[in-house]
Nanobody
Framework: QVQLVESGGGLVQPGGSLRLSCAAS????????MGWYRQAPGKERELVAS???????NYADSVKGRFTISRDNAKNTVYLQMNSLKLEDTAVYYC???????????????WGKGTLVTVSS
């Protein structure tokens, strides 16, 4: 059973920083593409950042220069360092994995339950 557990969300003032973590289990982490998505109230879920198994990274234009995604294959964890947070970064942030387990031969998409980030003064 694949599990993605996010942590690190909370309330922060504009200009502040947070680091989100996503601990993965049940998936061959080193082979998985990992990503962070977010969904603000009344809006569709959108990609924030992604990192491939080969460490190729992509960011949404809205977070470039402020957010950094990274992964630690030894800890089966992906991180999202968020700096210079803005009011519009308020959303539920979801961890996503695209990969397979030791019992599957094809990649599947998995989601965490999300962690709330609130940017407010």
């Amino acid at each position: 059973q694949v599990q993605l557990v996010e942590s690190g969300g909370g309330l922060v003032q504009p200009g502040g920083s947070l680091r989100l973590s996503c601990a993965a289990s049940g998936i061959i982490f080193r082979l998985a593409g990992m990503g962070w998505y977010r969904q603000a109230p009344g809006k569709e879920r959108e990609l924030v950042a992604s990192i491939s198994s080969g460490d190729s990274i992509n960011y949404a234009d809205s977070v470039k220069g402020r957010f950094t995604i990274s992964r630690d294959n030894a800890k089966n964890t992906v991180y999202l360092q968020m700096n210079s947070l803005k009011l519009e970064d308020t959303a539920v942030y979801y961890c996503n994995a695209d990969g397979r387990t030791y019992f599957t031969t094809t990649n599947r998409n998995y989601w965490g339950k999300g962690t709330l980030v609130t940017v407010s003064s």
